[in-house]
C-alpha cells in the first residue's frame, strides 16, 4: 500500500523560505513521478512542481520558477520542495503525490496522495 507523509509546513514571513518533505512508502517508484500540489482556500488544487523518480525531470508551474525547487532522494525514498522568497500568495495546503504517468499536471492524472501541509506566508 503507497503511503505519502508531508511534513516540514509552517507560517513563515513574506521573504522567507520553507523546505517541505514527502516520504514514501510501500512500493518501488522507480518510473514513477513525484509532484507536489497545493490547494488555497475557495480555489482549485493546482500543481506546483514534479520530477520523474528515475531521471529527475522536473516541471515547475510559471507562479514559482525560479523561487521552488523540487528533488528526491533515492536512498530516503524522499521527495522535496525548497521554497525561496515565498509570498502571501503561496499560502495554501501543500500535498504530494505520485503518478505511474511521466509529469503529468493535472491532478486527476495522480492515483495516490499525501494528507497536505499548511504553509502560510504572512505579509
Known amino acids: 500500500q503507497v503511503q505519502l507523509v508531508e511534513s516540514g509546513g509552517g507560517l513563515v514571513q513574506a521573504g522567507g523560505s520553507l523546505r517541505l518533505s514527502c516520504a514514501a512508502s510501500g512500493r518501488t517508484f522507480s518510473g514513477y513521478t513525484m509532484g507536489w500540489f497545493r490547494q488555497a482556500p475557495g480555489r482549485e488544487r493546482e500543481i506546483v512542481a514534479a520530477?520523474?523518480?528515475?531521471?529527475?525531470?522536473?516541471y515547475y508551474a510559471d507562479s514559482v520558477k525560479g523561487r521552488f525547487t523540487i528533488s528526491r532522494d533515492k536512498a530516503e525514498n524522499t521527495v522535496y520542495l525548497q521554497m525561496n522568497s515565498l509570498k502571501p500568495e503561496d499560502t495554501a495546503v501543500y500535498s504530494c503525490a505520485t503518478t505511474y504517468l511521466r509529469l503529468p499536471i493535472q491532478p486527476a492524472q495522480y492515483q495516490y496522495w499525501g494528507q497536505g501541509t499548511q504553509v502560510t506566508v504572512s505579509s
Open positions: 520530477i520523474t523518480w528515475n531521471f529527475s525531470s522536473t
